[in-house]
């Protein structure tokens, strides 16, 4: 499967932004897409999963209450919805695909894009 995210952009802290990503491939094989980010000098963290079928999501603690993550199966794309965004969230995002059911950790996806940078101002 190939990803590609984008979206990403400079924006102020409490705005919001919705990045993408576009799946091509041999998406059958893919139950579960996820978005992981990393920060500079940080490692690769897990965001948000969700399954193809839309029935399952999961996000992490850190963005609870302020990220929502959905999917259009007819388009083959995964979304991220981020709003009140903080200074921290600044990262590079990535969208990675996995076999298996909501994994949280890098070594569960395969498939990852080149990212999209997302910049956070104060």
């Known amino acids: 499967v190939q990803l590609q995210a984008f979206g990403g952009g400079l924006v102020q802290a409490r705005d919001s932004l919705r990045v993408s990503c576009a799946a091509s491939?041999?998406?059958?094989?893919?139950?579960?897409m996820g978005w992981f980010r990393q920060a500079p000098g940080k490692e690769r963290e897990f965001v948000a999963a969700?399954?193809?079928?839309?029935?399952?999501?999961i996000l992490a603690d850190s963005v609870k209450g302020r990220f929502g993550i959905s999917r259009d199966s007819t388009k083959n794309t995964v979304y991220l919805q981020m709003n009140s965004l903080k200074p921290e969230d600044t990262a590079v995002y990535y969208c990675?695909?996995?076999?298996?059911?909501?994994?949280?950790?890098?070594?569960?996806?395969?498939?990852w894009g080149q990212g999209t940078q997302v910049t956070v101002s104060s």
């Open positions: 969700i399954t193809w079928s839309g029935g399952s999501a």
């Open positions: 990675a695909a996995s076999k298996f059911f909501l994994p949280v950790v890098n070594g569960g996806y395969v498939g």
């Open positions: 491939g041999r998406i059958s094989s893919t139950i579960t």
